[in-house]
Each structure stands twice: as C-alpha cells, then as structure tokens.
C-alpha cells in the first residue's frame, strides 16, 4: 500500500482508511488536542502499521489553514470577505490560503492538487459554480465546505452564507420611489449568481407594489465591475425617456454610472440619481457619496470562516442556510427628480 519509508502514505489514505477527514489527521499528526482519544489512537495506529512519514520537520509544526477560493480577485468586496476570514482564522490559530481559480478547469485542477500538499481544514468557495467533480474530491478528502454567494445551486451538503439581497434592493427602490421616481434603471448582475438573480426580483416586486410595469428598456445587464455600469449608464442616458434614477447592483457599477453621467453632461443626484449595493468602504468618498445598500461582507467572512472550522471539528450547525441582514446607507446621490 505504501512504500518502504512510508513516503507514499498520504494524509487522505491514511483519513480514508481510519473514516475520519484529513484535517484530523493531520491535527493528530501535528500533535493537536482538539481530537477525541479513540480517534487519536486509531489513527496513530494507521499511521504507524502504513509508516507514514511527513515530508519535513515544517510539515509536522504547519499550522492548519482555510482555503478561501474566489473566481477573481479583482474587487474591492473580495478584500473585505478576505478580511473577515483572516480574522476569525487568526483568532482561532490557522492561517488562510487565498485563490483564485478564474472559472478555468486547468486553474480548478491546479488548485486541488495544491491543496492536497496542506493542512487545510476547510474550503469556503466565494461566488463560485462548485462543479460535481470537485464535489466528489472534496467529499472524498472528507474536507468541509461552505459557500459564499453561490453561483447556481450549492450542494446540498453544504452551508451557504448571503445576504438579504431580495430586501435590500426592495428597499432601494423603495427609497426612490418614495422620492417621486417613476422611471428607474436597474443594472443586474451576473445572471449565474443567485444573489444578482435576488437583486433583479426586489427591484421588481418594488416596481410591482407601486403599481408600475417593468420596461424592460430600463434593465441593462452587468457583471459588477466598473465598465459594465459605464456601459450601462452611457445607453439608459441615451434613450429618449431616460430614467430619472438608476438603481445598479453594486457599488462598481453605480461609480461606473457616475462617470457615465459626467460623460453626459449630466450631475448627480441634480440631473439623474444613483443608488448602489455593498457600500464598499471608498464609496463614501466619492463625489457625492453614494447612498448604497449595506452588505456585511467583513461579516459573511466571519461567519463563513467560524462555519467552516465548526465543521471541521465536528459540530454541529443550526442552519445550513444563512443569510445576514442589509441596511440602506443614505447619502447624497438620490434626490427627487426634476419635473420635465
């Protein structure tokens, strides 16, 4: 089964066969008390009757680790999630490992097979399809998971950590409905998220209680970064009946709506208003600041962080489904609109 020196014994062989996850045995190796006697002692039986040997005298006092998995990270909120995990990770004595996988098979692959070389206690996915056959590997290295923002629809396994994205961009609208606007622009997100497929249903159900029709003219795709709400922006602003408000879901592309306003001519709120979501830290120092729907994404972090290492000592969760409330942050962006 294994070589003479035992250097083929893997950690997974030794957790399969003992029906444990890999982080606990590699708590026992590292010499960790967070495991149950009789589990210590099977496993150490294992690793003694397989000769397993770890690589280096390092790989014995490596600390455990979460691996955190995002499609890019090129964006403000990944930052805040990052600093959310790190400091539960800290606080609980592990260290996080952070990737990004760009949505690429060849980068997924290469990930997991870096992974396997760790002291991972868990993995936490953000906006991220986790496709079958990194379920099933995962399943296999009995590795806990928890998902942030899912694209598509999680395993069932496994606990996902959101927002109230549907309430949230309800109460935007809401917002700017209630100061007189009829004609609103909204700017979604990527259509494989459920949380921009929520955004789209709130700004929606908003239209509906007011009694207003969506026009579909007034709905623009997007993708959360920048240029897709500039895009966005320059084609609302250059229809015939432009919108007197617009609603982009999230805070990239509303700064992305602004400078398509400045393109245009046009001030914000004066001449059109703009309302965003996340209320990324820099939002409130851009001119005017933005009036945005809050997400706790320090705090998803957290959460997802303290899930993950919960599971990965064996408890219990009370939900696997977990969603954190959203707050509209007021600023100066939205004004009543301007008779015409």
Sequence with gaps: MGSENGRNVTIAMIARLAGVSVPTVSRVINGRSDVAPQTRERVEELLTRHGYRPRSAARRTQSALIDLVFNDLDSPWAVEIIRGVEDVAQASGAG???????????????????????????????????????????????????????????????????????????RANQYLLGLGHRRIGFIAGPPQLMCSRARMDGYRAALDAAGLAVDD???????????????????????????????????????????????????????????????????????????????????????????VLRLARGETIESPRIELATDLVVRDSAAAPRSR
């Design 96 to 170: 996080t490992v952070v990737s990004a996988i760009h949505r690429r098979t060849s980068s997924a692959k290469q990930w997991l097979d870096n992974m396997r070389t760790r002291s991972t206690e868990g993995v936490i996915f953000v906006t991220s399809m986790v496709e079958p056959p990194l379920q099933a590997e995962l399943r296999r290295l009995r590795l806990p998971v928890v998902i942030v923002d899912p694209a598509g629809v999680a395993p069932q396994e496994a606990p996902t950590i959101g927002a109230t994205n549907w309430a949230g961009s309800l």
């Design 217 to 307: 003219r007034l709905v623009r795709p997007g993708n959360f970064y920048h240029e897709s709400g500039y895009t966005a922006g320059m084609h609302l602003l250059g229809l015939p009946e432009p919108p007197t408000a617009i609603f982009a879901s999230s805070d990239q592309m509303a700064l992305g709506v602004y400078e398509a306003v400045r393109k245009r001519g046009l001030r914000v709120p004066d001449d059109v208003s703009v309302v965003g979501f996340d209320d990324l830290p820099e939002v409130r120092w851009c001119s005017p600041p933005l009036t945005t729907i809050r997400q706790p994404l320090a705090e998803m972090g957290m959460l997802a962080a303290r899930t």
